[in-house]
Structure formats: structure tokens, C-alpha cells
């Protein structure tokens, strides 16, 4: 009965109501965004293929803007980007799709969440709109594997080579003489920031010096395959004789292609270091033949005992004037020191290396340091200075600087430290001269006395001719 009572309900309402209240009202398509992980669980060091793709209906009025993707204990670089365009319910759909490698570097789960894509399209051309499309959440996993649980550190390649370089700075090795030793490891599939670091061994009898190293990125053509280089490299300096040998070297590693851990193997190097030419042995005789015996000495004393006397009474005087002589030439020269310190010339040359050296930062700090000192403004401020100097090539190359610091470094001006120091040279040189001549003394106006004279007449008469 009261299947029946409904169903008269509805046929009654169907009947009375128009038909176009029971028409769904269209939505307007919106841009999609859609993520993966490729593939979803790699071996430690190795990279996660991140795909982006990214459409919006009718076109895209510039390109999206995608976050950086920087994700902890990984390394991220960013492939190659693709135009795509597809049908989806009758509409077309026209975008890009970006392609990041990710390679953990650590085992772990890893995950690509809260982000974001800005884009702006054309809803209605050519009336455009501007959204903010939330990113799907990516993850992925990264593991090392058992056979590879005991590598000491862990590395993983498609392939690696290494391979040592010897140079000797002399054929017939002496102290004093160098032997440098370099490492270059070259691997496939793997950033070069990932191979293992060469410690080089402190031997007894050698001065080690280490140098930084060298790490190169390669990317081949449109392949996208990374091609790694890191190189190491020390210099031993010979400070005794003997015979010596520097440690081989073996590298562990996880070969992905073979799926099994292989060694490469670096053979020691041994060699000798002679006595340098003419020994101790050899300057124990004077020059008249006679050796530095007790007796020897004796004899050499008593023969020339006045040159003795007086080279000592030399010497006790300059013990007794030395001191006070080098303590007033450290005492003048630290306060020359001091106070070029506190200079402005000083300040201007600190600055003028740090624009020489394109550091934007210690360039700016330098700037800031050199105008208290300058005082070419009442403020010392680069706003101040700006205005004294009334450069409008100066002006817009700080301002630029302090955008390259502080703004947005995509839509600051071009930075140039060769055109901004030829500025401040020009500008310091029209600065300082006024500087001078507001705190300088200079002559009276009117050296000569001005009025009549209280001389008697006499006093006045022309000299003689």
C-alpha cells in the first residue's frame, strides 16, 4: 500500500513540474593534475622517474608553475618536459608533462605531499583564468639490498670505473720532492655526489695534503642518462728517506644491471726516497781541512780570540738595544696596521674584491661597511648614497644587488659587478674631494694686512737701487 501511495507521488510531480527542473546544469570543465612514481621502489641511490602531467581546458595562457620538489636525503634534477593535448568528454585539453629524477639516498619511505600547481588558461577565450590545483600525494620507497647490507658506504651503479694517476716531481725521488696521488671515479645512473669519498692514508715520513674534490654531472644527449665523476687527489711530501708505499684501494659496490656486489681494485704504490746530495758527513770538514773536533774548536778560538772578543761584545750590545728597537717597530707597526684598518681606503678595497669575485653578499655587507667611512650622506645607508651620487646606472645596479639578495631572483634586473664598480670608482672620486674641502683648513682669505699703515714714513722708503 505504500509502495503505491509513493510511486502516485512521484507520477503526480512528474507530471506538474516542467521538464527543465529535472535538467542537471553543466559544469565547467576545470584544469586536471595528476602525479606518479616510477617505479614505485628502487634500490638506494638510484632514481624515481617523478611525472607531472598538467592540462587545463582550451590552452594554457603561460606555463604552470610547479614547486622545486626538493625532498630530504634525496637528489633531485629535473628532465626533459613534454606538450600534450587529449579529449576528455568532448572537451580538448592542451598542457604539459614534467619529468623529475629523484635518487634517495638514504633507505626509507619517501613522499611528495602539500604541494601545489598555479596555472593560468584560457576558460572562455580569450577571457583567461588563474587556479591553484593541489598536487596528488606521491610516494616511494628506497632499500638496500641484503646482499649489499655490509658496503661501507653503500653504492649503486648501472656501471663504475676507477682508476689512480701517479705524478712524481722528480725521477730520483729526494726529500723535499712530491708525489701526487689522484683518483677519478666515473660511474653510470648514479649523481656524482653519491660516490664514495677517497681517504688517503697518513704515512710516517710523509706530509699529506689533500686537496677538494672534483665532482662532475654529465647529461648525454636526450637520453637523460647521467654520466658521474668524482676526483680525488693528494700530495705527499717527502720529508725523510726510505722506502715507502702508498695503501691500495678497493671499491665495493652494488651493480643494479648484474644485481650483485663487485670489487675494483687499485694497486699500491711503492717507491724510494734517497738522502740528498751531500751528506752530514761532508760538512764536518772546514774549509782548512781540519776536523770540528773539541780540540779543533779550541785551536780555532785561541787563534782568533780578538774577532771572538769582539763579536761578542757585539752581540751582548744588540741584546741589550734589540728589544727595545723591535718593540717600537711592532708597537709603530701595529698602529699603522690599526689604523689603515679603519680607513676608508681599506674599506674600498675590501669592497672592490668582493665585486671582483662576484659574491653578491659579501659584496652588499662590504658596500654597507665602506659608507659610515666614506660619510658622503648624513645617513649612512645605501639609500642616502644612492641619492648623493645621483648615478642613475649606480642606483639601478644596488638595486639590482639588493635584488639578487633579498627579492625574487626570477624577475631581478641583471646583476653586473664590472658596470657597478666603475660606478663606484666614478662615484667615490666625486665624494671625496668634497669631503676634504668641508673638513679641510685651509689659508685666510686675506693673508696681507688690509688698511693704512702705523710705520713712520721712514720705514717706508723704496729700497736702494
Not at 598542457?95 to 634517495?104: K, T
Not at 651620487?389 to 625574487?408: C, H, K, Y
Amino acid at each position: 500500500m505504500r509502495l503505491r501511495i509513493a510511486s502516485g507521488i512521484l507520477w503526480t510531480a512528474a507530471v506538474l513540474l516542467p521538464p527543465h527542473a529535472f535538467a542537471q546544469q553543466p559544469v565547467a570543465p576545470e584544469p586536471i593534475v595528476q602525479a606518479t612514481a616510477d617505479p614505485p621502489r628502487v634500490v638506494v641511490g638510484q632514481p624515481v622517474t617523478l611525472r607531472i602531467v598538467v592540462v587545463a581546458p582550451n590552452y594554457m595562457t603561460s606555463p604552470p608553475e610547479l614547486p622545486g620538489f626538493q625532498v630530504r636525503n634525496a637528489v633531485t634534477r629535473q628532465l626533459q618536459s613534454i606538450n600534450t593535448s587529449e579529449q576528455r568528454d568532448g572537451v580538448s585539453y592542451a598542457g604539459v608533462q614534467f619529468e623529475y629524477a629523484i635518487s634517495p639516498q638514504e633507505p626509507g619511505a619517501y613522499a611528495i605531499a602539500d604541494q601545489t600547481v598555479n596555472i593560468k588558461y584560457a576558460a572562455a577565450p580569450p577571457a583567461t583564468r588563474e587556479v591553484t590545483v593541489a598536487l596528488p600525494r606521491v610516494s616511494f620507497e628506497a632499500f638496500i639490498p641484503d646482499a649489499a647490507a655490509g658496503l661501507r658506504p653503500f653504492v649503486s651503479a648501472k656501471s663504475l670505473m676507477a682508476e689512480q694517476e701517479i705524478k712524481r716531481s722528480s725521477d730520483q725521488l729526494k726529500a723535499g720532492d712530491a708525489v701526487t696521488r689522484t683518483v677519478t671515479i666515473t660511474a653510470e645512473g648514479t649523481p656524482a655526489m653519491l660516490l664514495p669519498p677517497q681517504k688517503f692514508a697518513a704515512i710516517d715520513g710523509l706530509q699529506l695534503y689533500p686537496t677538494q674534490p672534483v665532482l662532475e654531472d654529465k647529461i648525454e644527449g636526450r637520453t637523460d642518462v647521467m654520466t658521474a665523476t668524482r676526483t680525488d687527489s693528494a700530495t705527499y711530501m717527502l720529508e725523510r728517506p726510505g722506502t715507502y708505499s702508498l695503501p691500495a684501494i678497493e671499491i665495493d659496490w652494488w651493480n643494479n644491471a648484474s644485481g650483485k656486489v663487485e670489487r675494483i681494485h687499485l694497486d699500491a704504490v711503492p717507491f724510494a726516497v734517497a738522502a740528498p746530495p751531500g751528506g752530514a758527513n761532508q760538512m764536518s770538514m772546514g774549509r782548512s781541512g781540519r776536523g770540528w773536533t773539541w780540540a779543533g774548536i779550541r785551536d780555532l778560538l785561541a787563534d782568533h780570540w780578538l774577532i771572538v772578543l769582539f763579536a761578542a761584545a757585539v752581540a751582548a750590545g744588540l741584546g741589550l738595544i734589540a728589544p727595545r728597537v723591535i718593540q717600537r717597530v711592532t708597537a709603530e707597526h701595529r698602529r699603522r696596521r690599526d689604523a689603515y684598518c679603519l680607513s676608508e681606503t681599506f674599506a674600498f678595497n675590501r669592497l672592490r674584491r668582493a665585486i671582483g669575485r662576484r659574491d653578491a653578499g659579501q659584496a652588499y655587507f662590504a658596500l654597507l661597511d665602506w659608507l659610515p667611512r666614506l660619510n658622503a650622506a648624513p645617513e649612512n645607508t645605501a639609500a642616502a648614497f644612492r641619492a648623493v651620487a645621483d648615478d642613475p646606472v649606480l642606483d639601478g645596479q644596488i638595486g639590482a644587488l639588493e635584488s639578487t639578495l633579498f627579492g625574487d631572483r626570477r624577475n631581478a634586473a641583471p646583476w653586473s659587478p664590472p658596470e657597478m664598480l666603475r660606478h663606484l670608482v666614478a662615484a667615490r672620486r666625486n665624494l671625496r674631494p668634497r669631503e676634504r674641502r668641508a673638513h679641510g683648513s685651509g689659508l685666510p682669505q686675506y693673508i696681507n694686512p688690509v688698511g693704512t699703515s702705523n710705520m713712520p714714513a721712514h720705514q717706508r722708503r723704496r729700497p736702494a737701487r
